[in-house]
């Protein structure tokens, strides 16, 4: 019976098969290097179009993230302002309690010399003072008081400034924070602007004809029979905003000649003598919360799961909001994105 086995493979025959097989990846490696460069792949319009919608969607997150940082820093600058008139006025009661004290002393040296008590007052430091008291026989009633209240004012003081310390260092760092959401801000939208920038006439006329407006604009849409405000202060809020359509957006603007989203509605609320947060997702909490199938005239609707866009209700399905960057103050439907919340000022 004949063998089946395959005959082994000689180290001649070895090299020659690798040979072989190195010679095939290289002419598939110049293969591939010779595929002309119009042959790959380039994005059309609407893919161009959803990576422009994303980077404004991120650069709005950002955005809110900004003005959170940023009206954070302004608590914090008042803050730390009021704490450093506390020092101030600290200091400056110690000061006139040391003086009357030194006054006292001045007394008692034209006299014949100055009470160990009081040196002790006069001395930098009063506890040690405090301590020894007991040994102290000629320490009155009146010198106790003197010293326990200048003693709890430098206490006091101390704590002040250490925490007015602290708050300078948590500006600092809210500082940091706010710079860094700018860059990112910043970032996303040269990105974008160079995204749309790569497209043909043609094709950014017909961005601009799609981009999240299914028929809103700056026209005026007939709200005659949009319904009542939900209260006098929605209709000077709605009044407003309505007054602001074809202003720009600006990130991190709250008008009145530029806005962001949350800018908007808090100018417009403003108005109305309301006082809101500045980002959509402390808006979305500034009211009742209601259903959309509820909406009045006067609701702010936030959008997405994170609550990052925030427009204002105007009644017939319509909202008034500062979309994104490049594009004015407009209507556009309610349901333009996913809705996040109603809420009710």
Sequence with gaps: MGSHRRPAITGLDRSAR?????????????????????????????ATKARVDRLYEQAEQATEAYNKADERADTLRRQ?????????????????????????AEAQYRSGGIDPSLALMLSSDPDAYLEKASALDRISSRQTGHLTKLQRAQRALAQERTEAGRKLAE???????????????????????????SLSAAQREEYDRSSRSTGGGESRPDLSTAGAPASSRAAAAIAAARSAVGKPYVWGANGPSGFDCSGLTQWSYAQAGVGLPRTSQAQRYAGTQVPLSQAQPGDLVTYRDDASHVGMYVGNG???????PGAAVRYDPVGMMPVSSVTRV
Aim: glycine share 4%; charged share 25%.
């Design 18 to 46: 690798t040979a072989t097989v190195t010679v095939l990846s290289a002419a598939t490696a110049a293969a591939a290097l010779a595929v002309p460069a119009s042959a790959a792949p380039v994005d059309t319009p609407a």
């Design 171 to 197: 500006l600092e760092s809210s500082r940091k924070t706010v710079a860094r959401h700018k860059r990112s801000v910043e970032d996303k939208l040269a990105k974008a602007r160079r995204l749309l920038n």
């Design 318 to 324: 319509q909202v008034v909001h500062a979309p994104y």
């Design 80 to 104: 730390v302002e009021r704490s450093k008139d506390k020092v101030a006025r600290g200091q400056e009661r110690i000061n006139e309690m040391r003086g009357a004290i030194g006054t006292l």
